[in-house]
């Protein structure tokens, strides 16, 4: 077994990230523990997939214009990236600020309200949140175009406050009448044909067309508004400066990265630290998300493995560690599909609140589908990830006891931690077949065999569905 | 050297269809003995309801639908990642498809003929076969995208020669795509990942190239599909510039096409059978002003419909039509060369 410095890094990447591959880890163990928490938290500038060779061969995914071709381009992300904080981040936002394509019919504006999350995603939460309020997608979904100066719509002004920043129990229904009118005239261009158009599937003579942020100043409520006790001429950015300001908002981010990151069991104590730290940033995530990965209790044994896999950490992670989808493949697609039916569709979340989380992700029908993806996945000896695995077992010994058979496949799948029982059977697996063997030629590709099967045996654990 | 060549923009074809009357990401286009168009349409992604979408359209200049044929699937005559087409002597289509790794033969009904091609890196064998273009001894040259190099074949697939390998100097490529020639049967490239086009001798002796990396007059950002006129100007979807550039001979360019596109006129049907759309789109905005943080003109592009999107070939014709296959908005952009 490896040691606690080794154990510890792969812990953070499965949280920071989607897995590392044994390569990977080699490096960031190099680096350190601090130094990659760093790394983690500046996001390379260079383009994490060859998105030029994406684009050529997958036609579909240079317009984005239709969900599966666009969740398909996230999942190349999520899998190649070198930056896979920037991707981790952005599907935490993601599952906040919920928006789904079903009401949008626009795949291309949900991804585009994505790339909000890679490039504001670890900074100021007061950016985010002013960048979100003047994402296309995102007023088209709660339709703040349709909130005017003299009939309000009080959808995206109920939900900023309730879904968003702060929770329930924290405002009035004045504040959300307020907040609804501060945000009046915050528009998309051309709202009319726009609104026709998403309302048809089907029919777009030539495709869709990507949507701009308008403010219309004629539609905007320029009068008093009273919003969290303070009073003024209220415009959108004035509410989002009271809104971070409020220290249930500082606890309201700190719990919801908290429970995404660190435990789906709540720790007051945890949640407040970050909070504190939300505050004394003014709202900076990296700051936030350092505190977090520096702390005593996002590096205690207690929380590591006591998080369900989410179906995209799910799918991601497996072609990760496998090295499949490394390069322009139309099997993409199908992964992506894979992770629809484990019941995430990511870019088309089932409603504004996102996905719920936890065991819920799991049940018997996507439990199934989670072992059938995971061991397609890594079944193939042929792919990069598990020859690499191959390679690495075989550099080490010659000879290897069933036992340092399945602890050496445990280790390179990512450190997977198994209770006794699982281990029981991996080992008595393993044992029925005899030490694995490299020391004659013909032994070896046999051996190679039980190695991919030992690791469609490991991805089908109940362990391995945990992060 | 001064030219009079000018162009104007004609007119477009095209409507997103999947099946029937219409486009859905078309890739190629090639024209019979009769000026009749085939257009490939490649589509995606690939998932059982919409492989359908792959086919062949068959119309005229002038817009009159004739029909379809084929379909998405991995069996025989069947698309999958289908990318380029073009007709020999005697009026027989010839498909590439750069995941089947193969070249499907159709008669102009769309009669499958028959089919060659194997996947890999020996001699003859191909590995995302991206553009080919027929000579006038119908025999076939073929960019070999990820084998880096050009491959020529017979029109049944016995192999006559090749060229290239992975790189960036004169004669190498990286992913080459588009490929064409010229009056004297000379060979272009256009060479992707290097962002320039090639020019070769039938043999593959290189002679000449154009180009360098950049969004500036006569640069190239991925250049995809090319075309030669008789007076040896050099038409080049510069795809990722969302242009196609035209260059004389000594490397000028004579003009660029960003995109002109009005409606089709199976377009215009649609809206006149939608009539509350046709009027919202008459009072909207259809070029408005956009400031795209990054990938300016593919996001730009995104934004005003008139403009070239993922431009993938270009073709011309024996009365100076230039037709471009404006590939993520489902048309032909046709420009008529002046004198």
Redesign the interface.
Known sequence: MMDDQWALTTHLLRRAGFGATPQELDEYLELGYDATVEKLLHPSQDLPVDE??V?????????LM?I??SQ?YWLYRMINTTSPLQEKIALFWHGLFATAYGKLNHA?GVVNQTNIFR?SGLGYFRTLLLEVARDPAMIFWLDNKDNHKDAPNENFGRELLELFSMGIGNYTEEDVKSCARAFTGWTI??A???S??AS?D?????????W?FLYDPEDHDETDKTFLGHTGRFNGEDVIDIICAQPACAWFVASKLYNFFVSDTPDEGAIQTLADEFQRSNGNIESVMRTMFLSGFFQSEKVRFARVKSPAEMVAGTARLAGSHRSTD?SI?GLA?DANFMGQEILNPPSVEGWHTGIEWIDTGSLVERINSAAQEVGNPGHPGIKEIIRRIREGQDVLSPQEFVDRCLDLAGGVKVGEATGQHLTGYAAAQGDLRFDRDELVACSEERIANMLQLIVATREYQLA | MTTTTSFNYSHTI???A?QGRGFN?P?DVALDSQGVLYVLN??????AI?LPYKRVVTCTVDEEYLGEFGTGGTGDGEF??PSSVAFDSEDRLYVAD??LQRVSIFSKSGELLGQWGEHGSRDGQID?PSAMVIDSEDNLYLSDSLNNRVQKFTKDGQFLGKWGEEGAGPGQFN?P?GIALDSDGDVYVSD??NDRVQKFDPSGRYLDQWGSSGDAEGQFN?P?GIAVDPDGNIYVCD??NERVQVLSTSGQVLDSFRGD?V?STW?TA??EA?P??GA??L???LE?Q?SP?SDIQR?TS??V?KLL??P?SVKLDDQGRVYIVD?????LQIYQRGS
């Open positions: 030029d060779v684009r050529r061969y997958h036609i579909d995914q240079n317009s239709l599966e071709s398909a291309k490039r261009a051309n009319d044909y726009m026709i158009r048809r089907s029919i777009w003579p030539h495709g869709r067309l990507d701009q139309w697609v599909m | 095209g409507f997103l999947n990401n890739v490649r589509a995606g992604p690939e998932v919409r999958w990642w750069e995941a995302r992913m795509w992707w990942r991925r995809s795809w990722g596109s409606t377009t649609y809206f939608n509350d759309e919202a789109r009072a909207a905005d408005p956009v943080r996001e995104a934004n419909e999107w993922g993938t590939s993520l908005r489902h048309r």
